[in-house]
């Protein structure tokens, strides 16, 4: 089992930075591949972004894709999602994910919010 809990999410506006972290105990993290996804208020859940086990592949989706980096410290357990230039179409609740297969996800964060405004 392996568990996730996000954190640095808040309210900025359009523009601004934040980054996300993701804190994951419960197996051996250098083997875990991890990601992150995102649900709109009345919308289903979004691919954001991943980064395979290795460290060195990540995948993001065309919408955050030269505004958002994912990255990973494995010494300290972490996981990380910078996301710069926000959007109000930003605004979600992000969600940590992780797997034992590349882009396969098979666990879950509870997730922290970001707020965008106008």
């Known amino acids: 089992q392996v568990q996730l809990v996000e954190s640095g999410g808040g309210l900025v506006q359009a523009g601004d930075s934040l980054r996300l972290s993701c804190a994951a105990s419960?197996?051996?993290?250098?083997?875990?591949?991890l990601g992150w996804f995102r649900q709109a208020p009345g919308k289903g859940r979004e691919f954001v972004a991943a980064i395979r086990r290795s460290g060195v592949g990540t995948n993001y989706a065309d919408s955050v894709k030269g505004r958002f980096t994912i990255s990973r410290d494995n010494a300290k357990n972490t996981l990380y999602l910078q996301m710069n230039s926000l959007k109000p179409e930003d605004t979600a609740v992000y969600y940590c994910v992780a797997g034992s297969m590349d882009l396969v996800f098979d666990y879950w964060g509870r997730g922290t919010q970001v707020t965008v405004s106008s």
């Open positions: 419960g197996r051996t993290f250098s083997a875990l591949a």
